[in-house]
């Protein structure tokens, strides 16, 4: 099993994408990138510990791809917007690759060059691509968050629809079971 650690805005909204993906075996909420240790959501909210809202994926190589995994962080969130996804504003919410190895780099660089290259995005892709330093796991009521409350206002009108998105555009990479 290998890592990945993404910031795509709200964690809320990154863990239902990947939650059921063929080969991911966990997706943990956390933050990452910040200057304190152990760090609450309520602080992490304030911006002023300089956490960004990630995942951390657990994955199996042999069933997906860290490209796979890239592919599908470049498409379910906008990378053109600096410290925003949609209504949700700040440097927490930032578009963030953190690194395990040089590999991951090397593959997360060049994605993002071969997409601002393409111009699949009228705007410059201003994702972070850093190496992952410390992890840090978000408190329990935030993990699984849109598969313990679908009717919660948020997931109702913010993540079923890009979960439902993802899910007519990515149908082959999901679990069967």
Known sequence: MKQATFGSGCFWCTEAVFQDVEGIESVVSGYSGGHIKNPA??????????????VQITYDPAV????????????????????????????????????????QK?????YKQKLNESGAFTNPIVTEISPLDTFYPAEDYHQNYYKNNPEQGYCSFVI????????????????TN
């Open 64 to 103: 997906i791809s860290y490209d796979e995994l890239l592919e599908i962080f470049w498409k379910t969130h906008d990378p053109t917007t600096l410290n925003r996804q949609g209504a949700d504003v700040g440097t927490q919410y930032r578009s963030v690759v953190y690194y395990h190895d040089e590999e």
């Open 160 to 175: 079923r629809p890009k979960v439902d998105k993802f899910k007519q555009v990515f149908s082959k990479k999901l679990k």
């Open 41 to 54: 959501y309520r602080e992490v909210c304030s911006g002023r510990t300089g956490h960004a809202e990630v």
């Open 106 to 110: 090397q593959l997360a660089e060049a």
